[in-house]
């Protein structure tokens, strides 16, 4: 019988390490890698999947014509910091290690293992805007490096964010890349829960916000060649309050449009919402390291089809870990 179990162990070991490439080209259709010259992530913080319940009229015409999972995965833990720096990063939280409380206490520098998407796009542009907007300041002070020229505006409440966006496009900036990070539905579903009015209700509002956001981008003439991103952290639990792996924590929101994204594209099962990464990637022509674990969801653009994740090597120190102690525990019963 043992025999029998150590044989299973070492099955698995050699499947989890086989890894297959993130970025596979399709023969039709317009190539979506390098085809657009902004790339705009707007993060909705605690909105989980709860978008399709709220009545968010920017949203649906922004993505009328563009991809919408709402089944899409969180990080576990289902907290801030484990899931902005997985879709900053591109890895899990099992590589990256950011905490709520790290990323106020620790400055990140470009001297990482992990960098962010903005190091890698500076890399590919070293001339190139680059620009964060945060509700919640960590994550422009231990998530995006603080010395690679990333333009970091910590305003406060949402509506603040709102206004320093369109104050500093309308100053004629224009960003290759941009990340946006809107905290009040969080403090909603903290206070309410995510079966409330006042939780679905403050989606509204950030509805708002982002519609504000596009229509900047519109009158300043630039969303013929921009990709759009909306996408979500974690949601809540019923009583408020996440961290969990229930439903309502950890099934988030992620939209992307954009002049290839196949309209009403059903994004491969699997989705993550650490996918933001390698989406932003492609789209700016930036080619993905081989530790990131992020893909681009297979469907959403007609050159990418849908490939296993590759697995990262903080998995597989984690898989080597458990299986040496299996293994170690089994000899010991040998013995």
Known sequence: ???????????????????????????????????????????????????????????????????????????????????????LTGVS??????????????????DTE???????????????KLASVCNWSPINHGIIETDIGVDKINPGDDDKVTEAICDYYNAGNDPALLFVQFDSVDGAGHSHGNSSSEYLDQINIVDGYIGQVYDCLDENGLLDDALIIVVADHGHTKAGGHGGITRGESLVTLAVSGKTVIPGADMSRGTKNRDVAAIALYALGVEQPAHMTAVVPGNLFCDVPASPRPVGDGVLKFIVKLLTYGFNTLYALID
Do not use: C
């Not at 025999?3 to 259709?29: H, N, R």
């Not at 939280?93 to 470009?110: A, M, P, Q, V």
């Open 93 to 110: 939280y099992i590589n990256h290690g950011f905490t709520n409380g790290s990323l106020s206490k620790y400055e990140r520098t470009s």
């Open 114 to 128: 992990y960098p962010s998407i903005f190091a890698l796009v500076r890399d590919k542009m070293p001339e190139a």
């Open 1 to 87: 019988m043992i025999k029998k179990v150590l044989a299973v162990l070492t099955a698995l070991t050699v499947s989890v390490l086989v890894t297959i490439p993130a970025f596979a080209s399709g023969e039709d259709g317009e190539s979506s890698f390098g085809a657009y010259s902004r790339v705009i992530i707007l993060g909705v913080d605690g909105a989980g999947s709860f978008i399709e319940q709220a009545d968010t009229p920017n949203f649906d015409r922004i993505f009328e014509n563009g991809a919408v999972k709402y089944n899409a995965r969180a990080e576990f833990k289902t907290v801030s910091a484990q899931n902005w720096g997985a879709m």
